[in-house]
C-alpha cells in the first residue's frame, strides 16, 4: 500500500513533466502525506497540486518547500518584517516543515495576510506562511498547551511520523461489518464511550466520566472488561469539550495508549483546562486524582485537531469527518465513513 501509494503521487507529479527536483522527500504528518519538493514552480501552485493529489489518491496532501530552496531564515524574516510593518508579531521558522509561524493579536495583522498576499509571499520566501492568531489576553492554558507540544519539537514530528505510518499502512479485508459497543453513556449521561471496530480497525468515539458517580466502576467506561483493547486502538475522537465526553482520555495515556487523539481546535484548550482543573480540584481536597499532569501532556502531544467538513483518513478502513453540532464550542458531529 505504502509503496503504491507512493508510486501514484510520483505519477502523478511526474505527469506535470518538471523533472527530476519535483518530489525530494515524502513523509507521512499524522494522517497527511508531505510532500517536499525543490521546484519552486511546484511550491508555488502547491495548494492546486495538493487539490488535484487529494482526488486521485483520496489521501490528505501538503506540498512543502525543500530546505534548498527556501530563502534564508534572516533574509526570509526582514523581508516579512517590511510587509507586516510595525504589526506586533511574533514570527517561527519551522526548520524541519518549512514553514513559517506568524504569531499575532492585532488584527491589522489578519488584514494584511489574506490568502492571496499569503500566496505571493510563499512564492517569494518559499516557505509555507501560517498566521495564528493569539489571545488577546494572556493565557496560562494556551501558553502550557504549546510547551506541552512543542516544548519537544523533534518528538512532536516523531510522534506525528509514527501515526502515519498506522494509519496508511497496509488495509487487509474487505469493509463489510462494524461492530459497536457502548462502553458508557448509554440510557446515562456521563461516561461517553463508544466503541467502534471492524476487522482492521478499532476507534474509540470519546471516553467521558461519570461525574455523578460515586464509585470507580461507575465513573468510567466498561474498558476493564478487555483492558487489553487499550494498546489496539487506533484513534480515539474527541467529539466536545464536556467532561462527561472527555474527563477519561487522559487515563488512556496513563495506561499507555500512544495513538492520536483527533478534536477540532477549540475544543484542545477547553479540554486540557478542565482537566488541569480536576488536577488541582483533586489536590486541593484532598483526593486522589485519577490522573496526573504528565498524562495530560502525554495526550496533549498526541492530539490531531481537523477542521469542520474535511474527510481526513485515521485508519486503513476509516475516514472521519466533523460537522458543527451547535452543542458548544468547537463540538462536532463524528461522521465515520
Ligand atoms: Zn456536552
Redesign the pocket.
Known sequence: MLSKLRMDILNYLASLGRGDSTVTRLEFEGPRIAIYTADPSVFAERNNVARELVNLIKKRVVVRPDESIRMPEEEARRRLKEILKDVQTNIAFDKDQGEVVIEGSDQALFSILTPDVIAQIEREIRWIVSPVRTPLLPSRTVEKLKNYIYGDGEERLETLRRIGEMVFREQLFEPREVLVSFLGGAMQVGRSAILVRTRDSTVMMDFGINAGASKMDEMLPKIDFSPELIQRLDAVVIT?S?M??HGALPLLYKYGYRGPVYMTEPTLPLMVMEHLDYINLAAKTGQHALYTEQDVRQMARHVITLRYNVVTNIAPDIRLTFYNAG??LG?AIAHLH
Open positions: 466536545h464536556h462527561d465526553h452543542h458548544i463540538s
